[in-house]
C-alpha cells in the first residue's frame, strides 16, 4: 500500500480526520478538489474559538496544522474511481485542467467530500448568497435578529424550517416562487405563528452596497426584506465509488453507523456527505471519530 488512509475531501471532516489519524502515525494522502460549497460565505459561526472567521481561512490554518506532520501528503486533485484491490483499495485521480492521471494504494477510503448544492430563483438569490441570504439557519439566524426576512425555497420542509428562523424576527415571509409545496396545514401553522406566505415566482430581488432591501415578484408585488435564507437543493458525488456498492439513503448520502463505518469494510465517511446535521463543528467532530475507529480497524486488521 502507498498509504494507509486515503482522505477524499479536505473540509473540516476530512481535515479534523487527517490529523487525528497523522497523531496516530498514520499514513495519509488528503485528496480535495478545492471547490468547497461555502466559497461564497464570507464568515462562518458556530465554531468554538473561530466564530465569525472565514470559512476559507478556516480551511487554510486546518491545512497548515494537517500538514506539519511528515506522514500526510496533500493533493489538488478530483478522484474519478475507487476500486477493490489486494485487501485495500486503489484511488484513481485525474488533476483538474492537465488531464493527468494518477493512482493512489490505501488500506482504509474515508469519504468526505460535503455536497454541492443548488440554488432556487438562483439567477436572482446568486449575487446575494453569502452576504444577505444563507442557507444555515443554525449558522446565521443570529446575526439576522430583528429583521425583515425571507426564506426562499420549493421544498417541503419549508414549514419547519420557517418555524426555527422565526426565532429571531417577528417579520418573516417563506417565498416559494411558484411551487406547489405548502399545503392548507402548513399554511395555517404559518398564519398561527405570524409568518407570510407568498406563493408568487420571483422576478427580482433588488438592493445596493449595503445589502438586499426587496424582493420583486412577477405579479408586480414588492416584498421589503433587509435578508433571510435560501433552502438549496443539495447533491452528494458519489460517482466515484459507484463499483464499491456502498449503502446510500433515500437522499443519496452514505449510510454509517455510529463509528462513521459505511456497509463496505474499510470505506468510510464523515460530513456533510451522511444523513445529520450539517454544521462544521459537527462535521469535524464526526471525522475525529472515523480517525480513530480508521486506526483501531487497522490494527484489528494487522496493520
Not at 502507498?2 to 496516530?24: E, F, K, M, Q, W
Not at 443570529?142 to 421544498?155: C, F, P, S, V
Request: hydrophobic share 40%; charged share 25%.
Amino acid at each position: 500500500m502507498d498509504v494507509d488512509v486515503v482522505v477524499i475531501g479536505a473540509g473540516p471532516a476530512g481535515l479534523a480526520a487527517s490529523l487525528n489519524l497523522a497523531r496516530a502515525q498514520r499514513t495519509v494522502a488528503l485528496l480535495d478538489s478545492n471547490r468547497p460549497r461555502h466559497a461564497a460565505t464570507l464568515q462562518s459561526h458556530g465554531f468554538i474559538t473561530r466564530d465569525g472567521s472565514s470559512p476559507l481561512e478556516l480551511r487554510k490554518l486546518g491545512r497548515e496544522e494537517v500538514l506539519r506532520y511528515p506522514t500526510v501528503q496533500h493533493d489538488r486533485t478530483l478522484v474519478r474511481q475507487v476500486a477493490h484491490v489486494d485487501g485495500g483499495f486503489l484511488v484513481q485521480t485525474e488533476q483538474p485542467g492537465s488531464r493527468a492521471e494518477g493512482e493512489l494504494r490505501a488500506a482504509a477510503v474515508l469519504i468526505a467530500t460535503g455536497l454541492s448544492e443548488t440554488l432556487p430563483a438562483s439567477q436572482h438569490v446568486r449575487p446575494w448568497y453569502g452576504t444577505s441570504l444563507h442557507s444555515c439557519m443554525d449558522c446565521d439566524g443570529y446575526d439576522k435578529r430583528g429583521q425583515a426576512l425571507a426564506l426562499i425555497g420549493e421544498t417541503l420542509d419549508l414549514v419547519d424550517r420557517a418555524m426555527v428562523i422565526r426565532r429571531h424576527t417577528d417579520d418573516l415571509a417563506v417565498f416559494t416562487n411558484g411551487a406547489e409545496v405548502i399545503d392548507e396545514a402548513g399554511e395555517a401553522r404559518l398564519a398561527e405563528h405570524g409568518v407570510a406566505l407568498v406563493r408568487s415566482p420571483i422576478a427580482a430581488i433588488e438592493g445596493d452596497r449595503e445589502g438586499m432591501r426587496a424582493i420583486v415578484l412577477e405579479d408586480g408585488r414588492r416584498s421589503e426584506r433587509t435578508g433571510g435564507f435560501v433552502r438549496p437543493w443539495w447533491h452528494p458525488q458519489l460517482g466515484f465509488v459507484e463499483g464499491l456498492g456502498v449503502d446510500t439513503d433515500e437522499d443519496g448520502l452514505v449510510v454509517v453507523d455510529r463509528a462513521q463505518r459505511s456497509s463496505v469494510e474499510g470505506v468510510y465517511a464523515a460530513g456533510d456527505i451522511t444523513p445529520g446535521f450539517r454544521q462544521l463543528a459537527v462535521a469535524a467532530g464526526e471525522g475525529t471519530v472515523a480517525a480513530s475507529v480508521i486506526n483501531r480497524d487497522l490494527i484489528a486488521r494487522g496493520r
